[in-house]
C-alpha cells in the first residue's frame, strides 16, 4: 500500500513564503508522476503543480513563477517551495501519485492520495 504524508503546511502573511514536503513510503519518484492539488473550502480539489518521472515540471497559471515543485528519488520526497503567498492561496494542499509517468492536470489521473496539509495565508 503507498502512502503519502505531507508536511511544512502552516500559516503565513501575504507575501510570505511555506515549503511543503511529501514523503512517500515506495520508492515510485522515478517512475510515476508526482504532483500537488490544493482544495479551497466550497470548491473543487484543482491542480497545482507537478513532476513527471523525467523531472518535467509544470504548473497551473495560478503559481506559475512564484512557486517551484521539485523531488528527491532517493528520498522518495516530493516537495513545493512557495514564495510570494497570496490570501487566494489559503487551501489544503494535497500530495498525489500518478498512474504513470507523464503528469496530468485531472485528478482521475491520480491514484494515490496524502490526507493534505492545510496552508493559510492572512494578514
Known amino acids: 500500500q503507498v502512502r503519502l504524508t505531507e508536511s511544512g503546511g502552516g500559516s503565513v502573511q501575504p507575501g510570505g513564503s511555506l515549503k511543503l514536503s511529501c514523503t512517500v513510503t515506495?520508492?515510485?519518484?522515478?517512475?510515476?508522476?508526482m504532483a500537488w492539488w490544493r482544495q479551497r473550502p466550497g470548491q473543487a480539489r484543482r491542480y497545482v503543480a507537478s513532476?513527471?518521472?523525467?523531472?518535467?515540471?509544470e504548473y497551473d497559471f495560478d503559481v506559475r513563477g512564484r512557486w517551484t515543485v521539485s523531488k528527491d528519488t532517493a528520498k522518495n520526497t516530493l516537495w513545493l517551495q512557495m514564495d510570494h503567498l497570496r490570501a487566494e492561496d489559503t487551501a489544503m494542499y494535497y500530495c498525489?501519485?500518478?498512474?504513470?509517468?507523464?503528469?496530468?492536470?485531472?485528478?482521475?489521473?491520480?491514484?494515490?492520495w496524502g490526507q493534505g496539509a492545510q496552508i493559510t495565508v492572512s494578514s
Open positions: 515506495e520508492p515510485i519518484a522515478s517512475t510515476n508522476c
Open positions: 498525489a501519485v500518478g498512474v504513470g509517468r507523464l503528469c496530468y492536470s485531472t485528478s482521475d489521473k491520480y491514484e494515490y
Open positions: 513532476v513527471s518521472a523525467r523531472d518535467t515540471q
